[in-house]
């Protein structure tokens, strides 16, 4: 099992990724290709909405 994930700056609920989060989204999703690919997982990318920035 391996838990990964991004450390808020603050709890405020919003219907939006704060700048911290969005920022982080990209090296987020590269970190667990790598734990996948460590896996034996095939994962492919594919991004619908563009950055998260």
Do not use: H, R, Y
């Not at 609920?13 to 997982?41: Q, R």
């Amino acid at each position: 099992m391996c838990l990964t994930g991004i450390q808020p700056e603050s709890m405020k609920t919003s219907t939006e990724l704060s700048d911290v989060v969005g920022n982080k989204m990209d090296a987020l999703i590269d970190k667990v290709f790598e734990g996948l690919k460590e896996w034996g997982v095939e994962a492919v990318s594919k991004k619908i909405f563009g950055s998260f920035s």
